[in-house]
């Protein structure tokens, strides 16, 4: 089993920035890649940004420009560093990991989501 634990949600005014944490625990031989997605009140789900291990990421067209991914294999953690928030980026952001436990076998698991609210 493996549990993905996010931090640094909260309230920012518009232009104000964030930085989120997911860190995951439990039965990992590797982490191929890492995502965040994040679902604003009557919308669906919606990917943000991805990482794959070796740091080659890719991003969602609201997102670019404006937020940056990053990761640290040492410690199975990723990061989404957010700037110029608008309050259209007011949403639960969730942490997402496609995990290789050490029975090869690949798994997909979700955090238990975060609250970014941007308003003045």
């Known amino acids: 089993q493996v549990q993905l634990v996010e931090s640094g949600g909260g309230l920012v005014q518009p232009g104000g920035s964030l930085r989120l944490s997911c860190a995951a625990s439990?039965?990992?031989?590797?982490?191929?890649?890492m995502a965040w997605y994040r679902q604003a009140p009557g919308k669906q789900r919606e990917l943000v940004t991805t990482?794959?291990?070796?740091?080659?990421?890719n991003y969602a067209d609201s997102a670019k420009g404006r937020f940056t991914i990053s990761r640290d294999n040492a410690k199975n953690t990723v990061y989404l560093q957010m700037n110029s928030l608008k309050a259209e980026d007011t949403a639960v952001y969730y942490c997402?990991?496609?995990?290789?436990?050490?029975?090869?076998?690949?798994?997909?698991?979700w955090g238990q989501g975060t609250q970014v609210t941007v308003s003045s």
């Open positions: 997402n990991a496609v995990v290789r436990t050490n029975t090869g076998r690949l798994f997909n698991y």
């Open positions: 439990g039965n990992i031989f590797s982490i191929p890649t």
């Open positions: 990482i794959t291990s070796d740091g080659v990421s």
